[in-house]
């Protein structure tokens, strides 16, 4: 059971997660997604001070080493979020979220090479399964929105991917050296740095259902889930991490039938059912050896 709660955390939390692509749409700024991603994350990072400060953490910011994992975590999180939003607002929801979770593949053949994690048999075998179901869901359905597979979108995804990535390597080596509260607020605080210039800083213009999408887009997605998925990050195994994680892209399947009117083929649903497997592949497999310390609360 060792590291196994750790695991369970992420797959719920991505699985909700996957409801972010309807948010975003729902805010609209189509062609100036980096508003979105400034906003979210000044308000994430608003409720990451409340909690540091409500649980007397305060002090795990004052951090005086690893400022170039902190930074490269940040720059490879900006630049994944807007590479991400843009193919969200180019293509069919569950396309663009494919192509970023190709960031999977990369991230799980770089992890021995970098954190020197030893690729396990289970990775290949899961990303094998995952890939294989993330395709069917993909490339089965068209929305109704009548958005195309269109080449500056795939760009886009691909961008995003391998900046996401980078992210995945870079927080797993930053967890293993600094505190959650620490790992999830420096990295904001560098992407606020980036983003300020590209909106001229200046805020964008909404109707109340844009800005109540962007409540949730940043003190849900960018406060609370950014903190448990950061937590989590530890006790992970960065090839593991990506995997686990498909439960993003079926959920936002689900969401985008729900909401977006793109409807579920039969492709869709034994895609699902592919990424689901993968995931617990890699789930029951984390009780045979840790990726880090026993889990304990953020």
């Excluded at 289970?122 to 179901?133: D, E, K, Q």
């Excluded at 069917?136 to 996401?164: D, H, M, P, T, W």
């Excluded at 870079?170 to 909106?199: D, H, N, Q």
């Amino acid at each position: 059971m060792k590291n196994r709660y750790a695991y369970i955390t992420v797959f719920v939390t991505m699985a909700l997660w996957g409801s972010y692509g309807v948010f975003q749409r729902w805010v609209g700024l189509i062609g100036s997604e980096q508003h979105i991603i400034l906003l979210r994350n000044l308000m994430g990072l608003s409720v990451i001070l409340t909690v540091a400060l409500l649980s007397r953490r305060m002090g795990q910011l004052a951090v005086r080493k690893h400022w170039p994992l902190m930074i490269g975590s940040g720059v490879a999180a900006s630049l994944s979020m807007l590479f991400s939003a843009k193919a969200i607002s180019l293509l069919p929801l569950s396309h663009a979220i494919f192509l970023a979770y190709m960031s999977t593949v990369i991230a799980a053949f770089l992890a021995p090479l970098i954190l020197k994690e030893k690729l396990e048999p289970v990775t290949y075998v899961a990303l094998v399964i995952a890939v294989g179901g993330l395709a069917l869901i993909s490339f089965s359905q068209k929305g109704a929105s009548g958005k195309e597979f269109n080449f500056n979108g795939v760009v886009y995804g691909v961008l995003a991917a391998c900046c996401y990535a980078a992210l995945i390597i870079t927080l797993k080596a930053m967890r293993e050296r600094l505190p959650t509260i620490a790992a999830s607020f420096y990295p904001g605080v560098v992407s606020v740095l980036i983003m300020l210039p590209l909106t001229g800083f200046g805020l964008p213009k909404l109707d109340g259902r844009g800005w109540a999408s962007m409540m949730v887009i940043g003190f849900l997605f960018s406060g609370v889930f950014v903190l448990i998925y950061v937590w989590a990050a530890k006790y992970v195994k960065a090839q593991h991490l990506g995997i686990v994680s498909y439960t993003d892209p079926l959920s936002a399947t689900l969401c985008a039938y729900l909401f977006l009117g793109e409807s579920p083929s039969w492709q869709g649903l034994v895609g699902g059912a592919l990424i689901v497997t993968a995931g617990l592949l890699v789930i029951m497999k984390a009780g045979a050896g840790p990726a880090g310390d026993e889990p304990a609360p953020p």
